[in-house]
């Protein structure tokens, strides 16, 4: 009686070790760390020796220089000298290098080659990056402007009604005819064209003209479509960075809250955020040269004066073929026949029809891909941190059509296959409706993190002692019992979110908390019945078989239905209620193994095969 089979005291041993092993790295702490990584190209094997000899021409020690994932980690004994090493190491580098401070585990390799890493901790823990963005609506305003400029001038085309020029002016639009007639009859028709725009009758440049205006409608709704589709290129963007339970909200009408807890390389990812990348594809202008223009600065009508990524000036059509927008997906590689970075794009139907039609009437004409991007700098003016927006355009890529293009086409003349990287991400995550302006970054430090953590700790380990002591005086030989099982319990907890990179956050803490409680409640149950199965005057073996097969009812039903509920909280929780609910559901599910199969078979190793006359409980 109460005796268990070999295997199940195996599998029991087996899950406590290999608990124990991954829930081991968590001890080990972090370095204060700085990061190095190349903006367009892996790290080249020689970078290691120049910053050493950067760091010791300035007297900074440090623990040593790593090399791996195309980037440098220099570990530092405290975080004093992590940063006194920033200043030389970025004036030395330059622009090219991202330099950012980070974090780093300083798990031990033999567990790092286990596959064993400590579990992430969240941004209240372990420190992060706080960004509020501010959106551009007048931009996004703008921008929807642009395209009704483009698509009116289409649409009159395919009517048939003559037009002498359409123009921006701020937030309107003036289409000029040669006369009235033509004027009223393209009233009639664009208005049920453009429903978004109100269109009227006005003297524009001294000819008859419409003057196009949004909508107050109109205009609530482009800003609420630009809010909506910045927070979902977020998102996009933050996937791709591989970050762990980030928070990414609205505030207000025009501001979105991005928290990045547990970042490895912050200035990548204020880079990858605050960026916004395009493309426009134009064809080359067969009128003017360019390198006049460029001299003289009098570019030929209807043209547009770009250069090329070696400098040289290119005069391409005003008139824009393609945009970014209609680009569905992007991936990089290399292009078969030169064997350089390309990326492939996938445009949707709109796009192709349009490539489609523009291709096919200048087969043989030279096309240009322009890449647009746009990046917050933080400049110091008067002693004030100004930021302001950096666009940049260039031509990367010039080629004659050799056929009529479709949906899917590629793209090269890039630098580098890391650059081939990164635009095919910017264009795969989305492009934003807007351009969006950090306005405030707050960075969590680690000194505030681990003070949560000491505060967070010492409530477990208080909670946790309390509980011991109440299980060792009142169920004796049983309370220690149930102790082992409870610490058994938070090492498997432990180990499980490391094996699946949970993050812990504060809430995180609670809920480990709260499930040694439920495990000592199971404990409870189990002695409690066993208590009363000698009070009947059962043996010592049956009442303790009773004991744990009674009770196993209701411990099961109290923990499905509390598992019920946090896997809701999981589903429809958000940033820190998940957190509490990822730490509930594993401690739920490790609490019955520790709590019925851990402590029963101790019980059967001190009480199973032989006469006992009492219990210790």
């Not at 980070?102 to 901790?121: C, E, I, V």
């Not at 005069?315 to 990089?332: E, K, P």
């Not at 990822?582 to 851990?598: C, D, K, R, Y």
Request: glycine share 8%; net charge neutral; hydrophobic share 45%.
């Amino acid at each position: 009686m109460n005796r268990y089979p070999l295997w199940k005291y195996l599998l029991i041993v087996a899950v406590v070790v290999v608990g124990l092993l991954y829930a081991l790295p968590n001890l080990y702490g972090e370095d204060p760390a700085i990061q190095i990584s190349h903006r367009d190209t892996p790290v080249s094997d020689a970078l290691g020796a120049q910053l050493g000899s950067i760091l010791d021409k300035e007297h900074i020690r440090y623990k040593r220089i790593e090399h791996e994932n195309n980037t440098y980690l220099i570990r530092f004994y405290d975080t004093e000298e992590q940063l006194k090493a920033i200043d030389p190491l970025k004036s030395s580098l330059g622009n090219r290098y991202i330099v950012a401070v980070n974090l780093a585990p300083s798990t031990p390799k033999w567990l790092r080659d286990l596959g064993a890493q400590p579990m992430y901790l969240g941004l209240d823990l372990r420190g992060g990056v706080h960004f509020l963005l501010q959106i551009d609506m007048g931009a996004a305003v703008e921008q929807v402007l642009d395209r009704d400029e483009a698509g009116i001038r289409r649409y009159l085309m395919s009517k048939q009604i003559r037009y002498t020029e359409v123009s921006r002016n701020k937030e309107a639009l003036y289409i000029d005819f040669p006369n009235t007639v033509q004027r009223d009859k393209a009233q009639g028709v664009l208005g049920s064209e453009y429903s978004d725009l109100s269109f009227t009758p006005v003297q524009h440049a001294g000819m008859p003209a419409l003057a196009a205006h949004m909508s107050q409608a109109a205009l609530a709704q482009t800003q609420r479509y630009a809010m909506e589709q910045n927070i979902t290129t977020l998102r996009n963007r933050v996937n791709e960075l591989g970050v762990a339970e980030p928070v990414i909200q609205q505030q207000g009408k025009d501001r979105i809250v991005v928290e990045l807890p547990g970042v490895q390389d912050t200035a990548r990812a204020k880079d990858i955020l605050g960026a916004t990348a395009g493309l426009e594809f134009r064809l080359v202008s067969r009128q003017g040269d360019a390198a006049q223009a460029a001299s003289t600065g009098n570019v030929p009508p209807n043209t547009r004066l770009f250069h090329e990524r070696d400098g040289q000036p290119i005069l391409l059509q005003r008139h824009v073929i393609l945009t970014g927008d209609y680009v569905v997906n992007a991936a990089s590689g290399f292009a078969q026949q030169s064997n350089s970075p390309a990326v492939f794009i996938t445009l949707n139907a709109e796009g192709a029809h349009l490539m489609s039609d523009a291709t096919r009437n200048n087969v043989g004409r030279l096309m240009a891909v322009v890449y647009i991007e746009s990046k917050p700098v933080t400049e110091k003016i008067n002693g004030k941190s100004v930021v302001t927006h950096k666009k940049t355009e260039e031509v990367i890529n010039v080629a004659r059509i050799q056929e009529q293009l479709g949906k899917r086409f590629q793209i090269t003349g890039l630098d580098s296959p890391q650059q081939a990287r990164n635009l095919a991400l910017l264009l795969r995550a989305g492009s934003l409706a807007a351009p969006m302006t950090i306005i405030e970054e707050r960075t969590v430090g680690p000194s505030l993190g681990k003070e949560n953590i000491q505060q967070g700790f010492n409530s477990a380990v208080i909670g946790f002692l309390l509980v011991v002591l109440f299980m060792a005086v009142y169920y004796r030989l049983f309370g220690l019992v149930a102790n082992l099982a409870l610490i058994a319990n938070v090492v498997l907890i432990v180990a499980v979110m490391s094996m699946i990179q949970a993050t812990l956050t504060l809430p995180g803490i609670a809920g480990i908390t709260l499930t040694v409680g439920m495990a000592v409640d199971a404990n409870v149950l189990i002695f409690e019945r066993i208590r009363e199965e000698l009070r009947h005057g059962n043996t010592p073996q049956a009442s303790i078989h009773a004991g744990y097969e009674r009770a196993f009812g209701t411990i099961a039903d109290s923990n499905i239905t509390t598992l019920i509920a946090a896997l809701m909280l999981f589903a429809f929780g958000t940033g820190p209620v998940k957190g509490f609910a990822v730490t509930l559901s594993i401690g739920i599910v490790t609490s019955m193994f520790t709590a019925i199969m851990g402590t029963r078979a101790v019980v059967n190793l001190v009480y199973g095969r032989r006469r006992v006359k009492s219990l210790a409980i």
